[in-house]
């Protein structure tokens, strides 16, 4: 049973920085592709960024890309995304989810991904 749960959502001014990170249990083998995905009141979930379970690929959207860093934390199975220069634009609620049969074929659509986490608030003021 996979389980994700995501933490370390809050309120931040824009051009802040917030750390937020997912503890995922229940993978068992290293072919996964983590993802963070956000949703914004009345928008649809889009993608944000993943990492493979070998950490050896790493895939950003372009708003993103040069302000938030994806990592995986293997000691404490945990994937964190690292976000910087927050933009009012960046507020949605963030969800972490897994591809749990990653066959290098990346996936953008939440539809690729097959669990998820009950998503954490991200405000950023203007």
């Known amino acids: 049973q996979v389980q994700l749960v995501e933490s370390g959502g809050g309120l931040v001014q824009a051009g802040g920085s917030l750390r937020l990170s997912c503890a995922a249990s229940?993978?068992?083998?290293?072919?996964?592709?983590m993802g963070w995905f956000r949703q914004a009141p009345g928008k649809e979930r889009e993608f944000v960024a993943a990492?493979?379970?070998?950490?050896?690929?790493?895939y950003y959207a372009d708003s993103v890309k040069g302000r938030f860093t994806i990592s995986i934390d293997y000691a404490k199975n945990m994937v964190n995304l690292q976000m910087h220069s927050l933009r009012p634009e960046d507020t949605a609620v963030y969800y972490c989810?897994?591809?749990?049969?990653?066959?290098?074929?990346?996936?953008?659509?939440?539809?690729?991904?097959?669990?998820w986490g009950q998503g954490t608030q991200v405000t950023v003021s203007s």
């Open positions: 989810a897994a591809d749990s049969s990653y066959m290098f074929v990346f996936r953008r659509s939440p539809s690729g991904y097959d669990y």
């Open positions: 229940g993978l068992t083998s290293s072919r996964y592709l």
């Open positions: 990492i493979s379970g070998s950490g050896a690929t790493i």
